[in-house]
């Protein structure tokens, strides 16, 4: 019989996290589960998920809670909740809820909002090879110049967002028509709605100047702002649902666990010039941020 492998004693501990999430979880505990010594699997973890095991267990807590609080609504005592959560007080999950999500457990039952951030995604096979394969998971802080990018823009939310392609469909046999191009193509993510999660997104290129676009284009001006850059190299030709994971595991992994915090404003993937959607590709994914405190 072949030994096991690292990845497979890793998901092991995860399954055990996983089934006790409502109860003491210590990183001992969990590191026996996978045969792995204490040290090297707080290593470990940090190593294959980016994030410290405490960092894990708290977010993944927080968003079952935040899961419950919509799905069992009024009938969920919120005391109860924080105990599940580890708190021995209403008061403390309160806060750290708030610290999570941006609302309190509370303000989160009565308006569910889709919140694209803070929601700690569960860590399965997919997710360790998606990591390992596609994304350096430490990005580059730096400050980039404002910048026009002309294009098709539309709205979507979570329901619809996958037609996102179908816009750049539209977008990419035009794109020589638009004048002025000054470098690759860009797709810009602004004014999200806290409320539902909506946001509007535009398919387009950097531009010099803004001068007779073609009929239906708009520009979309970003100001001089600090960014969080990710590189993410493309394993399939999906390249809409290969992202999807990325996004989470920045906005609800890196996002928290970070020296940084979001920055309303536009966020953006860059395709370089020479990009196609296939395999070994790659593109930037830049979030607009701003160190705490």
């Keep these: 019989m072949e030994p096991e492998s690292v990845h497979t004693r890793f998901l092991r501990a995860v399954d055990?996290?996983?089934?006790?999430?409502?109860?003491?979880?210590?990183?001992?505990?969990?590191?026996k589960q996978a045969g792995f010594s204490l040290h090297y699997f707080s290593r470990l973890f940090r190593v294959l998920t980016g994030e410290p095991f405490g960092a894990y267990l708290r977010g993944r807590r927080m968003t079952v809670a935040a899961e419950r609080?919509?799905?069992?609504?009024?009938?969920?005592?919120?005391?109860?909740?924080?105990?599940?959560?580890?708190?021995?007080?209403?008061?403390a999950f309160t806060r750290a809820f708030k610290r999570a999500f941006g609302v309190t457990p509370g303000e989160y039952r009565r308006r569910r909002p889709a919140a694209r951030t803070h929601q700690r995604e569960r860590i399965d096979a997919g997710l360790l090879s998606h990591l390992s394969?596609?994304?350096?998971?430490?990005?580059?802080?730096?400050?980039?110049?404002?910048?026009?990018?002309?294009?098709?823009?539309?709205?979507?939310?979570?329901?619809s967002k996958h037609q996102i392609p179908a816009l750049w469909g539209r977008f990419m046999p035009l794109l020589e028509e638009v004048p002025h191009r000054a470098g690759g193509t860009f797709g810009v993510c602004t004014n999200m709605s806290s409320d539902d999660g909506s946001f509007d997104y535009v398919a387009g290129v950097e531009v010099e100047r803004v001068d007779r676009l073609p009929s239906g284009m708009v520009a979309e001006s970003l100001p001089r702002q600090t960014?969080?850059?990710?590189?993410?190299?493309?394993?399939?030709?999906?390249?809409?649902?290969?992202?999807?994971?990325?996004?989470?595991?920045?906005?609800?992994?890196?996002?928290?666990?970070?020296?940084?915090?979001?920055?309303?404003?536009?966020?953006?993937?860059?395709?370089?010039?020479?990009?196609?959607?296939?395999?070994?590709?790659?593109?930037?994914?830049?979030?607009?941020?701003?160190?705490?405190?």
């Excluded at 055990?16 to 590191?31: Q, R």
């Excluded at 609080?69 to 008061?91: H, K, M, N, P």
């Excluded at 350096?136 to 098709?152: C, H, Q, T, Y």
């Excluded at 309303?264 to 979030?287: M, Q, S």
């Design 69 to 91: 609080l919509v799905t069992e609504g009024r009938g969920l005592r919120l005391i109860e909740l924080a105990f599940a959560c580890g708190y021995d007080s209403q008061e």
């Design 16 to 31: 055990y996290i996983e089934e006790h999430l409502s109860e003491p979880v210590a990183l001992a505990d969990v590191a």
């Design 133 to 159: 394969e596609v994304l350096d998971m430490r990005p580059e802080i730096k400050e980039i110049d404002s910048f026009l990018v002309a294009g098709f823009r539309e709205r979507f939310d979570a329901a």
């Design 227 to 293: 960014y969080a850059v990710f590189r993410h190299q493309l394993r399939s030709y999906d390249l809409h649902a290969e992202l999807q994971p990325t996004l989470r595991w920045i906005f609800g992994t890196w996002l928290p666990g970070s020296d940084f915090e979001y920055v309303v404003g536009p966020d953006f993937e860059r395709y370089p010039a020479d990009f196609e959607p296939v395999p070994g590709k790659y593109l930037e994914i830049a979030i607009p941020v701003r160190r705490k405190g």
